[in-house]
């Protein structure tokens, strides 16, 4: 019994985990050392410095926390609101909903912006509300890993400011793969996750707090119902008294540590166009094949696109055979999209020509498709 | 700026995290695939079964939190407390000191049975406490890793369990150093960490429940406070049904899964006698250096040796010495034996008879002290 003796290779092309470097994968194997090691103290300090300069943020208090994405969305959560605060969440896929759990889990009053799944939540929406009764924070999804929809978010900042409200904003799947801009955009507390556009395994998740977000959070009159994130202790871990919290996870910050760095040689912005090519010819690719594309052009998400199989196709065959014959990994889809779309992934190290004609090749064979109708057409887009 | 290409190659004799054997390594350095993968629910399966035997447990509920070892401890004090449960902590470290914390957080009516630091807690006092008032949850610390004091077990879970209430037990800095027989001492929550006795590195963390405490889960009245540690989800994630809640540590299971067949490879009970011996001879060594033991002989936790200095030494010095000029890291005091002691770890793959005389020369040399006495001393404690 040792399955790990014949674990397979796969190409990871679904909504997260991405395609790992070899090199991420190397550093992550370098002999662990201690968590209070002043060797390590400099790793933490650099994965800070590369943090900031890929949030767009100058926000001192810019961690990694010891979970995945979603325990960084909770600590977001949990750390700056308080029991009985109003949260207005914009709620338009799987991500919004859990935030307006977790939300209410902290004690919130909640209102849900609801829309349609597949659309962004529209600024008005957000003005009338703060307009009709003052809210502590909104929250909001900028990659909604369900559906593929990029939140637009000219405004928003400055609405949310003008309200006296904090803005969060999930960025698990948008960070590394397109435009963050959080000081820019006037975000208060944001998070993400390793192992989408950044391409670092599943374990750590960024997190980092505005001026604004640390006081509210100084000012709390009731503890952070959680120990383990109690960004008021972790703080003390990341910050100048290198206070014991808990241990780190030392090996999973050299991952993030190399990510960041192969992030940052490549540049941000060589980054985003990348991906945004890529992701163009992936729509080409299967519209060629009679897919239809689940969200309006001006409001996908390049990293990930969400699409309908067309008439004949069932979509869970289609992935089994994708994975089982092909060794490539995308993802079906979730809550009322089950059975309805599947989610392919371009993201991080797993956005390149290769494997965008890999999983188009394979999609033809898979659809019995003469001809490479659907390379085609993705090479017409790159071109 | 790169730290990663500079970093040190220690020896970890402190608290935790311990050293790694390069297997392990290398297997979390094997290729990332998706959480939902039919060859990584293999690889889940399977460290369940190894959890399980390492525990030395039946419980069907047997996972791997995606945190470090306190978010486990977290995971196990919200999801089997309620608000208004009355809950009574055995406080002889700083662990039993977070569980007070944690369970005061989790809405309990807590108290707590102080004893001094460096004593077990005795049957006496819990049972004094349940007769006096009946109690929801007892929650105690197996291996007291700010003391190195390890809690004797006889008798506890049948006296709690007399009483109605759940024992809930930290072995954290004792699996798969000494013995630790749950399902015999009638344990109903337990969780550890990785990067202790197992020597995996930290970022996960083993938690069991029994059926007793899955009953209590199943009949709270409130949510659990925690939606990332809500075990009654998680719990649909590595139980049949596979349903996704949050990206598994895909890599972290990996090592986990490597160094849990290594511990099975060895045996339990070999690995606790090897434990153990060299425990003893650290002792010999110490005290043949003049270093005071700080927890009596019959209650000392094998994996970790807490030491007052002698005259004269300076702990902080000490360990800095040891670090700089020997790439050898011990742990300084926490709270109130900060200053006061240092403790020594000889956990997992760093319990070695090199180890041990690498440490004990160091230090000869570092205080001086020739014709190794230290070395000669537990030389004779091994024979």
């Known amino acids: 019994m040792n399955s790990l003796e014949k674990l397979p290779q796969r190409t990871l092309m679904g909504p997260g985990p991405s395609d790992v470097e070899p090199a991420v994968l190397e550093a992550m194997a370098l002999p662990t050392i201690g968590h209070l090691d002043p060797a390590f103290l400099e790793v933490m300090d650099e994965v800070q410095q590369m943090l900031r300069q890929v949030m767009q943020t100058e926000n001192e208090f810019t961690i990694a926390v010891s979970g995945t994405g979603s325990a960084a969305m909770e600590a977001a959560v949990i750390n700056i609101v308080s029991p009985g605060d109003r949260v207005v969440v914009g709620v338009n896929g799987v991500f919004g909903t859990r935030l307006v759990d977790m939300a209410g889990r902290a004690g919130a009053e909640v209102e849900s912006l609801e829309f349609p799944w597949g659309e962004p939540i529209p600024l008005e929406a957000v003005e009338e509300s703060l307009a009709r009764k003052a809210a502590d924070v909104v929250m909001l999804v900028h990659g909604e890993t369900s559906t593929g929809v990029r939140q637009p978010m000219e405004g928003l900042g400055e609405l949310c400011h003008e309200h006296g409200a904090l803005l969060l904003l999930d960025c698990v799947t948008s960070l590394g793969g397109v435009e963050v801009a959080l000081d820019d955009w006037g975000v208060d507390a944001c998070y993400s996750g390793t192992q989408k556009c950044l391409s670092v395994p599943p374990g750590l998740a960024p997190l980092t707090f505005s001026s604004r977000a640390l006081d509210k959070l100084d000012s709390r009159e009731s503890r952070v119902p959680s120990w383990y994130l109690d960004m008021s202790m972790v703080r003390d871990y990341w910050g100048a008294d290198r206070k014991y919290h808990h241990t780190a996870p030392i090996n999973m910050v050299y991952a993030?540590?190399?990510?960041?760095?192969?992030?940052?040689?490549?540049?941000?912005?060589?980054?985003?166009?990348?991906?945004?090519?890529?992701?163009?010819?992936?729509?080409?690719?299967?519209?060629?094949?009679?897919?239809?594309?689940?969200?309006?052009?001006?409001?996908?998400?390049?990293?990930?696109?969400?699409?309908r199989p067309p008439e004949g196709v069932d979509e869970k065959a289609f992935r089994a055979a994708l994975l089982g014959e092909y060794d490539i990994e995308i993802g079906g889809g979730l809550g009322p999209l089950a059975g309805k779309v599947v989610r392919v992934g371009l993201m991080g190290a797993a956005s390149t020509r290769s494997n965008l004609h890999g999983f188009l090749e394979a999609a033809e064979r898979i659809m019995g498709i003469d001809g490479e109708p659907a390379q085609q057409a993705a090479e017409d887009a790159l071109s």
Do not use: K, M, N, S
């Open 256 to 307: 993030l540590h190399e990510g960041l760095r192969i992030v940052l040689e490549e540049g941000l912005e060589a980054r985003w166009v990348r991906h945004e090519r890529h992701a163009r010819a992936l729509w080409a690719g299967l519209e060629a094949l009679g897919w239809q594309l689940y969200v309006a052009p001006e409001h996908r998400l390049f990293p990930l696109t969400t699409a």
